[in-house]
């Protein structure tokens, strides 16, 4: 077993031109519908909730346990959540990272179907426990797959289209929502169905692209694939990139698979350890935000301020647009700072705001001689908080958690990273209904007192990973790095091709290297 003693290395020769190829953005786009599928699955409850017609439809404006109802809507959405997390790593480690996102994929596709013809509430709460297996089991296995196919260099930028294509699927939601809400004034009791419906779509368009998609080079080397592997990376990156990376992932990997990576190891060893103690702080200390508690009960959020259904729906659809716009932003803002100071301060931020948020709602309450423009400047505060959430955290999380363990261990710690995310909506989700019903802004002191002691913690304790490959970062937890020297006949030969350029136009041969 080797020591968690960092050994000396060598020098990976990583260009700092453009690494990747126009293949390399293609696949991770054609990707990111399955991250559409989930944001648009695990959204459409919050308009849903907002529509007449289903609240008519399964008697929720009259039955005395309605609230309970919605609460299970949303807990067993992330009870399958958390069981979906777990086979994260189950399957991608076994059978592959594409087919860790085919079957979630069909499993958003059969519950928006059954979900859309449900005829009974029994029904309805059943397939809300699949949609939430399958839209986690893709939210994990998406950034899984991204993260080991782009390059170091851009990987932020690239593996944040995920967070991007989430969020746009959340805004398709709210505003499908709306669009649907146009034809309530008719008879018709099934109006609510439609909107449901559709996130069968994105995830269809995943399946239909997955044959032509390739699967990811760590793993094909992981399972002695190592022709595969080359090919897959020759196509991914520039070839000086490919021969690099390729060098370094066998020789990695050739260490790490005498390394522990049995469950038990992520408690048993020191520096898995830490990581795996970081992961569960990222996670829970993210959720302390509320951020998903926001989103789902925005119509009971918006309502409880005095507004009416068009008005919470309309607010609801733009609240997930700005959130689109922003992590558009965001995805040329998460490689400009250092990982941890970017989620400390924007957790901070985030809660500062629902800070504001809490105050307007305690001090200025709904009712005769109400204060207007204060409840709206409480609506405008959410705005402002999903703004800040998708430029500084939402994104990435996801590149930090996948950065935060050694390929033999990725599919395990983003499983860590889901399931503590899934485990902490059920507490949240399930409490939030009677929580605003009964305490009204209290319930938002027990997101913001954890929220600002996390925010510290991460901006001063946490590692920063931006820009590092994904075998260095290894060093940063004590763990073994594989000493590479980039002399073979392949590197050498493209890297003197490309010297050879340099030298005839700048009249030198100087290279560009990044130590391990």
Request: overall charge neutral; proline content about 4%.
């Amino acid at each position: 077993m080797a020591s968690d003693t960092v050994v000396e290395h060598g020098y990976a020769g990583h260009s700092n031109k453009r690494q990747f190829r126009p293949y390399n953005i293609a696949v991770i786009l054609a990707m990111s519908f399955g991250s559409i599928a989930m944001g648009y699955s695990g959204s459409i409850i919050g308009s849903t909730l907002a529509q007449p017609s289903f609240l008519k439809y399964f008697e929720l404006d009259t039955r005395p346990d309605a609230t309970s109802l919605i609460s299970a809507m949303n807990g067993l959405f992330q009870t399958g959540a958390f069981i979906g997390a777990l086979c994260i790593s189950f399957v991608g480690d076994r059978w592959g990272r594409k087919m860790s996102i085919a079957i979630p994929a069909f499993l958003v596709v059969l519950s928006g179907a059954f979900l859309s013809g449900s005829v009974h509430i029994g029904m309805f709460l059943t397939f809300r426990f699949v949609s939430g297996m399958g839209s986690f089991w893709l939210l994990g296995s998406i950034p899984v797959w991204m993260t080991e196919i782009v390059p170091p260099k851009n990987r932020g930028l690239l593996v944040d289209i995920h967070s991007a294509a989430l969020l746009f699927g959340y805004a398709w939601a709210s505003w499908m929502g709306f669009a649907f809400y146009q034809l309530e004034g008719g008879d018709n009791p099934n109006v609510w169905r439609g909107p449901i419906a559709l996130q069968c779509l994105p995830a269809l368009i995943v399946l239909g692209a997955m044959p032509f998609l390739p699967e990811s080079p760590r793993y094909l080397i992981q399972k002695g694939r190592t022709d595969d592997a080359r090919r897959v990376l020759s196509k991914l990156h520039e070839a000086e990139e490919a021969e690099i990376e390729f060098s370094q992932i066998e020789a990695q990997i050739s260490m790490d698979n005498s390394l522990p990576n049995s469950w038990s190891s992520l408690i048993n060893k020191k520096s898995y350890r830490k990581r795996t103690i970081l992961a569960l702080g990222l996670a829970c200390g993210i959720q302390f935000t509320g951020v998903l508690v926001i989103n789902n009960y925005g119509a009971i959020i918006y309502g409880g301020l005095g507004y009416g259904e068009k008005t919470i729906l309309m607010y609801h659809a733009g609240f997930n647009t700005l959130a689109f716009g922003c992590g558009l932003i965001a995805m040329f803002i998460v490689d400009l700072f250092p990982r941890n100071r970017l989620v400390g301060f924007g957790t901070a931020i985030v809660t500062s705001c629902l800070t504001v948020e809490a105050a307007l709602v305690a001090n200025f309450p709904v009712g005769p001689n109400q204060n207007n423009n204060a409840l709206r400047a409480a609506a405008a505060m959410t705005f402002c908080y999903i703004a800040f959430a998708q430029l500084f955290l939402d994104g990435t999380q996801y590149v930090y958690f996948a950065e935060l363990f050694p390929n033999h261990l990725r599919a395990k710690g983003m499983t860590i990273g889901m399931g503590a995310i899934s485990l902490m909506n059920i507490m949240w989700l399930q409490a939030a209904p009677t929580a605003f019903k009964e305490i009204s802004w209290k319930f938002y002191l027990c997101f913001i007192i954890p929220a600002y002691i996390f925010s510290i913690i991460c901006f001063f304790f946490y590692p920063n990973t931006k820009g590092k490959p994904l075998e260095e970062i290894a060093a940063m937890f004590g763990d073994e790095v594989q000493q590479v020297h980039y002399g073979g006949p392949a590197v050498q030969e493209v890297q003197a091709q490309l010297q050879d350029k340099d030298s005839q136009l700048t009249g030198s041969g100087a290279e560009h290297h990044e130590k391990i």
